[in-house]
């Protein structure tokens, strides 16, 4: 009878989580349910922090389930080998693209152009108003300045970008392209 464990009428895991876990519980989800209406209140005015946060709430599955060794037949037998997988998706997918022939590309008839593009001079107020409306909490671009400076120094910068797209027009009358 000593190897027996005592059973107590009371359990004294289920006691301690009424006693302290509950409230505590309470106390989390009303943080959490602040936190979200904050949140969801500055979208507009800052609509990466709640992108950001949907992401992190956002729960995907990483690699590949297992694979029918036929992918034909449903029934067949399925493999959790990766190795077997990758074999699998090479043969399917080298299957599906369309082999190009051998020996060279041909090269594509030259177009002659017959229309001229209009002369489209920008004006230096349209520059500074599409400045002005960049969107300061938005990534940077391809040039990697951020919409934040573009934005602080738009007064400055809007001449020389008028400038420099007025210049680089082309002259396209007769020209092959």
């Known amino acids: 009878m000593e190897d027996q464990p005592i059973r107590l009428s009371v359990d004294y895991r289920k006691l301690n989580m009424n006693t302290i876990g509950k409230p505590c519980l309470g106390i989390a ?32 599955k990483e690699g590949i389930g ?19 997988k990758a074999k699998l998706l090479v043969e399917y ?23 001229e593009m209009p002369n489209q001079k920008i004006k230096e107020e349209v520059v500074l108003k599409h400045l002005n409306a960049l969107k300061i909490d938005k990534s940077p671009g391809m040039d990697k300045l951020h919409p934040r400076l573009l934005k602080e120094i738009a007064e400055s910068l809007a001449k020389p970008l008028c400038i420099i797209y007025n210049q680089s027009q082309p002259k396209t009358i007769g020209q092959s392209v």
Do not use: C, M, Q
């Open 29 to 60: 989800n009303k943080l959490k349910r602040e936190y979200e209406k904050n949140r969801s209140e500055k979208a507009k005015e800052n609509p990466k922090a709640i992108w950001s946060y949907i992401k992190s709430k956002t729960k995907t």
């Open 93 to 115: 997918f080298s299957s599906v693209f369309t082999k190009e022939p051998d020996g060279e590309v041909p090269s594509p008839t030259p177009v002659l152009v017959t229309n």
């Open 66 to 84: 297992d694979l029918h060794l036929d992918p034909g037949d449903t029934k067949s037998d399925k493999t959790e080998d990766n190795s077997k």
